[in-house]
């Protein structure tokens, strides 16, 4: 299983939002790149960075921090206001590994089924779900569409990785929701990476066990427990890769 730290970039800096909510942000640092090299040098073969300003203003505004943070030699998965082919083509020019389409999933499926034939496993779709609803535009609006049932359509278009975010519990550090979890894991195919509300070692051992059955659980990101101290990046990598030889 990999360990998906994550920095969120406003206005330059590394933040955190509180499930989401513009107006619940913690600043941490003002150097992303600082981060992601505290990351790197940690242990962390992958970053898992989120442009809050793309997300809100419905286009990336942060492409030069990807470079940056590639260009430490760390994997990338960047996401936020990926709406239209061309920004997709400019973050992975940029440097990023992976991209996570959002908001336009929700909206269209032959625009997904567009840049999985063009970039195959660079592709990563993000499903945010809100009362088991998709939330889209930086988790401001929550559509009528059921997560599982977008889950579904894109592992039926060859998307290859699912990246869950249970809305409700992001940034709340009481544990993620494992039974939403666990209907998305058996729901697809594809890879999923769980995404909310791990708070302490003891949420990733569990999610350990649950890969343990369910081999498409691909990971997890842990984002504000890492800034407040709660759990050790390397003591997580570690638990992780005891999986890995487990198996």
Known sequence: MTIYPAIDIRGGRCVRLTQGRADAETVYAQDPTAVAAGFRAAGAEWVHVVDLDGAFAGVPRNLAAVGAIAELGVKVQFGGGLRNRASV?????????????????????????????????????????LDGSVAVKGWVNKTATSALGLARRMDALGVATLIHTDVATDGMLAGPNFAAQEAMLDAVRARVIVSGGVGRREDVVRLVEMGRTRSNLEGVIVGKALYEGRVVLGDLLGIASAQGEKR
Not at 105 to 124: K, Q
């Open 89 to 129: 083509e400019r973050a992975l020019a940029m440097g990023a590994a992976r991209v996570v389409i959002g908001t336009r999933a929700a909206e269209s499926e032959a625009f997904i089924a567009d840049l999985v034939a063009a970039f195959g496993d660079g592709i990563a779709v993000g499903i945010d779900a």
